[in-house]
């Protein structure tokens, strides 16, 4: 291995070190450096040119451009969900980019009351609004939706028992499941009811000197079909108040509209949840909200009274940022007239199947030419999700490119998991799903088309390249 010192000197890593800094470079030499003493070691030969200037230049180059690389990148979500949990959920509207700038750097009136020129309250932002959208009397704001859903169970039923229906003991995502969060909550699950069937009288029985409330969640991303009976809210509410109990429900996604105006599928929203007499109503701020990442409590002032003294609440606020984008897309709300040429969301999700597929046939041409060489492209119908547990059985029809190797039979699966690869590893990277032999994707989330395409030129497909 020749110096550090010796390598620094070379030209080319010289204008290196210009671009990153000599501190980045250095830190690169010896960690190249470190991998090639390695190789070695393992019996691994290097090739002769591989400590001259160029070739340490070029690897050089590579390392630095991949270490200023950001972890959390934007991606193209050609995935047919439109709030993907793991692309990141709901995209905010301009406004709300807008008022995050502002607040971040800026100072602001996070806590403190201009009026009086008093310390204020930072739920003051979006309680009133939250108020005036749902017809609730308060509201607060947490982190998000299971949050929400621990601090009203840890603040209303410590130490007491709540009581859910067996065919609604959810589990989402894996890390949140109803059981865990009431053991956390320091509350005892009252498991009422069948998978399929829950009666009023179920609930009756179950109440007791320990209850303390009654509890629905929205099965959010599972639906039981066939011989089913669930309790209307409105009978819940009724026999949860005739017995002095609160009745709160986690509607999980939550939508402030009526979708079905939009030709979606129907959503419960808040404000038909507490006109049915629920006491406490969450939901999340990231899902058909169409907002940041939250938890959303609504319900009666004087229960949203205790869940603010909580001391947990302190630990699950909000911050800012959240604030400022919560409240703007809540504005939007006030405008239901704007609201799907507003906000990112609906906007996606009530994007017409025949820009959908005009789009498809557009784009088609260049990613064939981009891909000729190992796949072949077509124009297929498909079907996207709104995601999130929202509506999870209710299909959007949409249309995608579907990506199809060349090579058939053995290999076919290897070709295709290097399709997806190579646009993984694009500038801006492009997920897709992989279904019936084909990368598929859906192009409802592709908005902009251009630098879609212009990144095509960047695609590396040659099949047996090494990386170096
Ligand atoms: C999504 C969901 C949650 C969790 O909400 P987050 O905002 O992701 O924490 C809780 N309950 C239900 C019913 C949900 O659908």
Redesign the pocket.
């Given at each position: 291995m020749p110096a550090v010192d010796r390598v620094l000197q070379m030209p080319a890593v010289q204008a290196l070190g210009a671009q990153y800094g000599h501190t980045a470079v250095v830190h690169a030499i010896r960690s190249l450096f470190s991998e090639m003493r390695q190789a070695m070691l393992d019996g691994i030969a290097l090739p002769a040119e591989a400590l001259q200037a160029p070739s340490l230049a070029r690897r050089l180059q590579a390392r630095l451009e991949a270490a200023m690389q950001a972890s959390l990148r934007r991606v193209f979500n050609l995935t047919g969900t439109v709030l993907h949990t793991n692309l990141g959920r709901a995209l905010l509207p301009a406004a709300a980019v807008d008022a995050v700038q502002a607040v971040m750097t800026q100072p602001c009136n996070l806590e403190y009351d201009l009026a009086p020129g008093e310390r204020g309250d930072r739920d003051s932002h979006v309680e009133a609004l939250l108020a005036e959208l749902t017809g609730a009397e308060a509201a607060t704001v947490v982190n998000?939706?299971?949050?929400a859903?621990l601090l009203v169970l840890a603040t209303l039923a410590a130490r007491k028992e709540v009581i859910v229906s067996r065919g609604e003991l959810?589990e989402?995502g894996g890390s949140?499941r109803i059981p865990a969060i009431m053991a956390h909550a320091g509350c005892r699950l009252r498991e009422v009811g069948t998978t399929n069937r829950t009666h009023l009288a179920d609930f009756e029985q179950a109440i007791g000197v320990r209850s303390a409330m009654l509890m629905k969640?929205?099965t959010?991303n599972y639906v039981i079909q066939g011989f089913t009976a669930a309790v209307p809210e409105q009978e819940l509410a009724a026999l949860a108040h005739a017995r002095g109990l609160p009745f709160v429900v986690?509607l999980?996604?939550g939508t402030l509209v009526d979708l079905s105006q939009y030709g979606l599928p129907q959503e419960p929203t808040p404000q038909e949840t507490l006109a049915h007499g629920a006491d406490i109503v969450t939901f999340?701020g990231?899902?058909l909200l169409g907002g940041p990442?939250a938890?959303i409590i609504v319900g009666r002032a004087e229960l949203v009274k205790k869940i603010k003294r909580n001391h947990l609440k302190r630990a699950l606020r909000v911050d800012k940022m959240t604030l400022a984008a919560l409240e703007a897309v809540l504005r939007l709300y006030r405008q239901p007239e704007k609201l799907a040429q507003h906000l990112p969301t609906l906007r996606l999700l009530t994007r017409p199947a025949a820009d959908i597929e005009s789009l498809c046939r557009r784009i088609e041409p260049a990613v064939a030419q981009a891909v000729s060489n190992v796949a072949h492209v077509s124009v297929v119908p498909c079907h996207s999700q709104i995601g999130?547990?929202a509506l999870p059985v209710e299909l959007l029809p949409s249309t995608a490119l579907a990506l199809a190797p060349l090579k058939r039979g053995r290999g076919e699966g290897t070709a295709l998991k290097r399709l997806a690869n190579a646009f993984r590893a694009l500038p801006v990277p492009v997920i897709g799903t992989i279904a019936d032999g084909a990368l598929k994707f859906d192009l409802r989330c592709l908005e902009n088309e251009r630098e879609f395409v212009e990144q095509l030129a960047r695609l590396r497909l040659d099949a047996s390249r090494s990386e170096s």
């Open positions: 998000n939706n299971a949050a859903v959810i989402i949140f969640v929205h959010s986690d999980g996604s999340s990231d899902k990442q938890g999130s547990g």
